[in-house]
């Protein structure tokens, strides 16, 4: 998160007064992107990311592949 992402988020008066912030919260703020209720569905919902993203990213796969092999 860059600063001025942090400031918009106030994260710097979180930052200076040490004020924790909740799931819910967090969740609102975009600090993170899902909220579990039972901690048991963590590890599913981690290994679906990367299925996710195989399935929805095929033109994107494909082409960072070719950045990172130095293919133009």
Do not use: C
């Not at 039972?38 to 990213?57: F, I, L």
């Not at 494909?62 to 092999?69: E, G, I, Q, R, S």
């Amino acid at each position: 998160m860059t600063p001025e992402q942090g400031e918009r988020f106030g994260a710097s008066g979180r930052r200076v007064t040490r004020r924790q912030v909740d799931a819910a919260e967090a969740l609102r703020l975009g600090l993170v992107n899902a909220v579990f209720e039972d901690r048991a569905a963590v590890p599913a919902a981690a290994r679906a990311v990367p299925r996710r993203t195989a399935r929805d990213s095929t033109d994107a796969v494909p082409l960072t592949k070719a950045v990172l092999n130095g293919v133009r």
